[in-house]
DNA sequence: TCATAATAGTTGCATATCTAACCACTGGAG
DNA sequence: CTCCAGTGGTTAGATATGCAACTATTATGA
């Protein structure tokens, strides 16, 4: 009904997509926000709160609500600047340390396997249109 | 940071693309998400519930909440179905096929306004492929 | 120096979304 | 005809997300 609608038709392909991840994280105990969340930590660690937020692209309230839940759960630790009492560094736990290169590897896995059911370069192509035009929007 | 992951530039997408459309169906006092699926019933007065909900590619049950929304606006109205006492059928109420045509021109003029921005093959393409992917996840 | 502006993070509130469990109804198989 | 499986819709519970308003802190400028 909306074939030609961008808005619809990308919000219907993340849903789906959603699904996907959240079936490669389950054996993690993360959803697809989690995992990510925390990948970006394992990447960076150290970055401040603000900055991983910029990273996800996501509201800095977000941020908070995503770090409360992998704190929780013992992944990250938030730890006051001391140059800037206002910010916060974000630092993975050993135990997040510990299923790094699993969780990478799984999502990693996902990734593969559409890149071979679409082709890998109209599967590269899409990411990249993909992310050019949300470049433009900003 | 994750640049050539799908899941996270289609997400990323759709959250500035919801943007966009936030700003669009503003005038109206409709969501995104309740801005189209009113679209969906003013385009197919009389669908069944469940042919609605597979016409957004929603789970039933947030079909159940977003018309509930519609509903509380004054602008779909619900009736069992006389065949099937299960069923309910979608249709617009009159205040709702007042504003169909505002409505569909405002997301037409956005969609024009963004096709320009991109360039009209570049983003009719990138809208098929989107619709391509979903097709071949499902 | 001190008042004001700006910034980092949090909280409150609203929305959308899903899965699973549930209810009411329908339609077949015995 | 009756029971049971399947189906349409709802509800419960969880997560993600955003904006706006708030707190605490830092920076600026008169």
Redesign the pocket.
């Known amino acids: 009904m909306f074939d030609r609608c961008i808005y619809f038709n990308t ?1 219907a392909l993340a ?1 789906q997509l ?2 996907v991840w959240t079936v490669a994280f389950a054996p993690f105990d993360l ?4 995992g990510f ?1 925390l990948r970006a930590v394992l990447a960076r660690p150290g970055l ?4 991983l ?1 910029d990273e ?14 992998l704190e929780a759960k013992g992944l990250v630790v ?1 730890t006051k ?1 001391s ?7 974000i630092t993975p736990t050993a135990a997040a340390v510990e299923i790094k290169d699993a969780l990478n590897a799984a999502s990693a896995a996902v990734t593969k396997r559409l890149s071979g059911l679409f082709g890998a370069e109209v599967f590269a192509g899409f990411v990249d249109q993909a992310k050019a035009i949300a470049a433009k929007l900003e």
């Open positions: 919000t849903r959603d699904r959803t697809p926000p989690q969340m401040l709160q603000s900055e937020a996800l692209k996501i509201a800095r309230a977000t941020a908070t609500r995503g770090l409360d839940g938030r600047s140059r800037d009492k206002r910010e916060s560094l």
